[in-house]
T-cell receptor, first 115, second 109 residues
Framework: DGGITQSPKYLFRKEGQNVTLSCEQNLNHDAMYWYRQDPGQGLRLIYYSQIVNDFQKGDIAEGYSVSREKKESFPLTVTSAQKNPTAFYLC??????????????FGSGTQLSVL | GQQLNQSPQSMFIQEGEDVSMNCTSSSIFNTWLWYKQDPGEGPVLLIALYKAGELTSNGRLTAQFGITRKDSFLNISASIPSDVGIYFCAGRFNNDMRFGAGTRLTVKP
């Protein structure tokens, strides 16, 4: 079965700690994305990657970092610089970022909470 | 950046009723998409619209791409309990995708 797998489902962060959220896809998609979801708000883009070894900041990149060493994997690190990290984090992928292939496929999300 | 206004924020309806929700923007988009999210899960694509005026159906769901390219509508006919969830609109212009804040739908049996 093709899809996007996020792990863990729930994650707790202590103050001053960096945590990493995993995202793996076996859809052979070129583009991958990280979104943050807060209650009552639309999804906000943190980072995206169009191709291996390349990524771009989204609207709310401060306090986050990513890497794209493999096509299948796009991990997100929430650093200690992110002062309000509690949110639901969604990873998504698409076949490309070009016009005509904008359908995003989402993982099932990671709920991050601060202890 | 471009902002999407999605309404209503929430709806409480009786099973069997029809539902309408919409998204509006001050900017134009060249693609509109509608997603549904179940609690604790990621959104799932319902319908994608690519041309102004386009009307597309997916079972009991019908969506339209507004003529002005600044709005889109989603209708659900004869609602059933499994329609419960949050419905999001998304508009795309070139490589920029924006999401509405969602409409939370509750269906009472």
């Amino acid at each position: 079965d093709g899809g996007i797998t996020q792990s863990p489902k729930y994650l707790f962060r202590k103050e001053g700690q960096n945590v990493t959220l995993s995202c793996e896809q076996n859809l052979n998609h070129d583009a991958m994305y990280w979104y943050r979801q807060d209650p009552g708000q639309g999804l906000r883009l943190i980072y995206y990657s169009q191709i291996v070894n390349d990524f771009q900041k989204g609207d709310i990149a401060e306090g986050y970092s990513v890497s794209r060493e493999k096509k299948e994997s796009f991990p997100l690190t929430v650093t200690s610089a992110q002062k309000n990290p509690t949110a639901f984090y969604l990873c998504a992928s698409s076949a490309s970022t070009g016009v005509g292939n904008e359908k995003l496929f989402f993982g099932s999300g990671t709920q991050l909470s601060v202890l | 950046g471009q902002q999407l206004n999605q309404s209503p924020q929430s709806m409480f309806i009786q099973e069997g009723e029809d539902v309408s929700m919409n998204c509006t923007s001050s900017s134009i988009f060249n693609t509109w998409l509608w997603y549904k999210q179940d609690p604790g899960e990621g959104p799932v694509l319902l319908i994608a619209l690519y041309k102004a005026g386009e009307l597309t159906s997916n079972g009991r769901l019908t969506a339209q791409f507004g003529i002005t390219r600044k709005d889109s509508f989603l209708n659900i006919s004869a609602s059933i309990p499994s329609d419960v969830g949050i419905y999001f609109c998304a508009g795309r212009f070139n490589n920029d995708m924006r999401f509405g804040a969602g409409t939370r739908l509750t269906v009472k049996p």
